[in-house]
């Protein structure tokens, strides 16, 4: 939103008391009882997941609030953020509905007030729904796979336009609702240039230096590292060299799991865990890497979403090795010509692309350096752009 107002758009936005802290001007807060539920029951509970360090017991309460709070827990905020909503509206109508998921929740609440107001409602998916799930828990119960498909195909009808991140998501929908192919529009994630000064990698020598950002199952409970440490395992039997050949930084929170299937390499000093870090510093990491390593879920299904460390990546100048299934992340590698692609649940594939990395490396032909004009599609200020034209449309029709 910080730049809508350059092309002429001023937004209010709507949100949840359970994260904030008092209303600032443009924002208003609705009272969420997700704030108790996650006191009572998981303390981590976060954009509609409830991820936690011990995954050896889910716990029976937040398996059962799963089940019964569909789509997600944030569906306890739509009565009172409705009704915050209206009064909002009484006192100046907007232009415009503009609702992003995730979670969900904040899409059912754009369609209760696409039905009340009659006003264009745009739906924004940062990532797919139904077909690429972020919640595992949705793929386990055909009783929620049901009801969501009809949530989501009710959103999808009613919406005036609808905005997708990737054009694996685009080509889904307009598949399977073919009547609003003409309303679907692909606006990617991106970065801020201002947050990432270019910067040259560290000189060519042992080791080779990967770093990655941010943190595994915490985030999203079916990614893991743990084919990655078993493919360094595997070259460390074979060769112990490689310990004063590779350097792995990982910056950010591992699950109590993840640190102990660490533990081997972190004492070998391959593998360095650093812990969670300011941003600035998070980024002065990446900027001392040669390479910046990427993790997403392995799919049984073609991948349709791109995880936005990816595009944070690009801006930071750096061959990417991307750990993931078949779909957007293997497509948006090729095309940009961004790194090496293995799959995320292939330890022998995953050691083979790290020993053609570092051979690379020996020969000095890691080195990403593009024209700044190349990224620029991918600046916040862009993406916004394209979001406002999409909003001129609906105004101006």
């Not at 000093?269 to 990446?286: D, T």
Request: aromatic share 10%; charged share 25%; proline share 8%.
């Amino acid at each position: 939103m910080r730049y809508l107002p350059d092309f002429g758009y001023s937004a209010q936005v709507l949100t949840t008391s359970a994260f904030g802290g008092r209303e600032d001007e443009g924002v208003l807060r609705a009272w969420e009882p997700l704030a108790a539920y996650r006191w009572l029951f998981n303390k981590e509970v976060r954009g509609g997941r409830a991820p936690s360090t011990n995954r050896t017991r889910p716990g029976l309460l937040r398996r059962l609030g799963r089940l019964c709070l569909v789509p997600d827990l944030q569906v306890t905020w739509i009565p009172f953020a409705f009704w915050r909503a209206l009064r909002a509206l009484r006192r100046g109508k907007p232009d415009l509905i503009y609702s992003s998921y995730p979670p969900a929740s904040a899409h059912l609440l754009g369609l209760l007030l696409k039905r009340q107001t009659d006003l264009p409602w745009v739906a924004d998916f940062r990532d797919s729904w139904i077909y690429d799930p972020l919640d595992p828990e949705l793929q386990e119960s055909p009783y929620r796979w049901a009801l969501e498909t009809r949530l989501e195909e009710a959103v999808l009808r009613s919406a005036d336009a609808i905005v997708v991140a990737t054009e694996a998501v685009a080509e889904h929908l307009r598949l399977t609702y073919p009547e609003a192919a003409e309303r679907i529009y692909v606006i990617t994630n991106g970065f801020e240039p201002g947050d990432f000064p270019r910067s040259d990698p560290p000189p060519v020598g042992d080791p080779l230096r990967i770093a990655h950002t941010g943190s595994f199952s915490i985030s999203h409970p079916q990614r893991t590292p743990q084919p990655l440490f078993l493919a360094l395992k595997d070259m460390l039997a074979d060769d112990p060299s490689w310990a004063q050949r590779l350097h792995f930084d990982l910056v950010g929170a591992l699950s109590e799991e993840e640190q102990r299937a660490a533990q081997e390499l972190v004492e070998a000093g391959l593998l360095h865990l650093e812990g969670p870090q300011a941003r600035a510093e998070a980024i002065a990491y990446q900027q001392r890497a040669h390479v910046l390593l990427l993790v997403d879920h392995a799919r049984p299904w073609v991948s349709s979403n791109v995880p936005g460390k990816f595009y944070e990546y690009l801006a930071a100048e750096r061959p990417v090795l991307a750990l993931g299934s078949e779909g957007m992340v293997q497509r948006m590698v090729r095309e940009l010509q961004a790194g090496v692609f293995a799959r995320a649940d292939d330890p022998v594939a995953i050691r083979k692309t790290i020993e053609e990395l570092y051979d690379r490396f020996c020969r000095g032909e890691l080195a990403v350096r593009r024209d700044p004009h190349f990224l620029q599609p991918y600046h916040r200020r862009e993406l916004t752009r394209s979001l406002a034209q999409v909003f001129d449309h609906l105004v101006q029709s």
